[in-house]
């Protein structure tokens, strides 16, 4: 499944946002979006109502033999979204926020 979060644009002196390195963390490491929508399926089945992003994060920095390079917190709330965008039945088990950056 694609990632639907927006590009910012490029420009002269442009910094990467967070949005940028999650991006680019997604196109290296596409099972990980995968892995939490696992272990998101499993916390449902198992009659969690309420599912948190760094919960999901350790536990796959946990099942990965080595952990994994670059999983940053930062990038879980881009998860939650496209979690949600994805699968729409699982909103209520996850709290977005307003978003205040691109």
């Given at each position: 499944?694609?990632?639907s ?5 490029c420009?002269?002196g442009y ?6 390195q999650?991006?680019a963390?997604h196109a290296?490491h ?5 892995a939490?929508?696992?272990?998101t399926?499993?916390?449902?089945a198992?009659?969690a ?5 760094k ?5 796959l920095?946990?099942r990965?033999?080595?952990g ?8 879980t709330a ?7 965008a994805?699968?729409?039945e699982?909103a209520s088990?996850f709290e ?7």
């Amino acid at each position: 499944m694609p990632i639907s979060v927006a590009r910012p644009s490029c420009r002269a002196g442009y910094r990467p946002t967070i949005t940028d390195q999650f991006l680019a963390f997604h196109a290296a490491h596409p099972y990980v979006y995968r892995a939490l929508e696992e272990l998101t399926a499993e916390r449902l089945a198992a009659c969690a109502t309420r599912i948190g992003l760094k919960e999901l994060f350790e536990a796959l920095r946990r099942r990965l033999p080595q952990g994994l390079r670059g999983l940053n917190n930062n990038y879980t709330a881009l998860y939650a979204r496209q979690l949600v965008a994805d699968h729409p039945e699982w909103a209520s088990a996850f709290e977005l926020r307003r978003r205040r950056t691109p």
